[in-house]
């Protein structure tokens, strides 16, 4: 397969006035999302839209995807748009009230550990590290590559 360029210039006509004014006729709002306060810039049509689907309500697209996740997410019996979308609001509201952390960096800081914990409380079978030893039968397993040593104890001279 094989592509062609051609490099004669072509003129292009500049749109007709009536054309440029369509454009211009757009009409587009600020909307506030009724679960999280993030404002957007929608058209009236998909604002109408979005209200439409949602009761009446107003929301951001990251809010609709939580919405969705929370109707997938219920297992025990299928509930519908408009609950999944008060769980989601209440949920917004508690985190909202709850405001700022006092100090960002412990939260930080406690987030990580937790982080941490859970991943070294998660099986070896699911952790990603091929570098690591494995048990298989009742005998650790080195991995076929493993460091000789280390390259800084050279660099220090």
Known sequence: MSATIISDPKMVPAPAPAEVQLVAQIEVEFVKCDCCGLSEECTPTYIERVRQRYHGKWICGLCAEAVKDEIVRT???????????TRHMNFCKKFHSSGPPPD????????????????????????????????????IRTPGLSRSGSCFSSLTG
């Open 104 to 139: 960002p960096t412990v939260c930080l800081i406690s987030a990580m550990r937790q982080i941490l914990r859970k991943s070294l409380d998660s099986p070896r079978g699911v952790r990603s590290t091929p570098s690591s030893p494995s048990r298989k039968g009742g005998e």
């Open 75 to 85: 297992h025990e019996r299928l509930i519908t748009t408009e609950e999944a979308m």
